[in-house]
C-alpha cells in the first residue's frame, strides 16, 4: 500500500507564504509521478501543479504560476509545494497526488483521474 501525508497547511495573510509538504510511505514509488490538487468549498478540485521522478516540472495552473514551486525529494519520498505571495483565491484544501505509472517521455496527467494514491489533504486559508 501507498500512503500520502500531506503538512504545512495552515492561516497566512495575503501576500505571506507556506511551504507544503507531502511524505510518501509504502511502496516505493520510483518513476512515478506527484501533484499537488486543491480543491475549495463547493468547486471542483483543481490542478495545481505536476513533477516527474526526474524533478522535471511539467506544468502549473495559470493562477499559481510564478508564485508556486513544486520540488520532490526523492531519497526521502518527499514532494513539496512552495506557496509565495498568496491570494485569498488560493484558500482550498491542498492535496498531494501520485500515479502508479512511470511518466518520462510524457507529461503527467493533470486531472485527477490520473492519479491512484491520495493524501487526505491539508487545509491552507488566506484572509485578505
Known amino acids: 500500500q501507498v500512503q500520502l501525508v500531506e503538512s504545512g497547511g495552515g492561516l497566512v495573510q495575503a501576500g505571506g507564504s507556506l511551504r507544503l509538504s507531502c511524505a510518501a510511505s509504502?511502496?516505493?514509488?520510483?518513476?512515478?509521478?506527484m501533484a499537488w490538487f486543491r480543491q475549495a468549498p463547493g468547486k471542483e478540485r483543481e490542478f495545481v501543479a505536476a513533477i516527474k521522478w526526474s524533478g522535471e516540472t511539467t506544468g502549473y495552473t495559470d493562477s499559481v504560476k510564478g508564485r508556486f514551486t513544486i520540488s520532490r525529494d526523492n531519497a526521502t519520498n518527499t514532494v513539496n509545494l512552495q506557496m509565495n505571495s498568496l491570494k485569498p483565491e488560493d484558500t482550498a484544501l491542498y492535496y498531494c497526488?501520485?500515479?502508479?505509472?512511470?511518466?518520462?517521455?510524457?507529461?503527467?496527467?493533470?486531472?485527477?483521474?490520473?492519479?491512484?494514491?491520495w493524501g487526505q489533504g491539508t487545509q491552507v486559508t488566506v484572509s485578505s
Open positions: 509504502g511502496r516505493t514509488l520510483s518513476g512515478n509521478a
Open positions: 497526488a501520485a500515479t502508479k505509472l512511470y511518466y518520462y517521455r510524457t507529461s503527467p496527467p493533470v486531472i485527477k483521474s490520473g492519479y491512484d494514491y
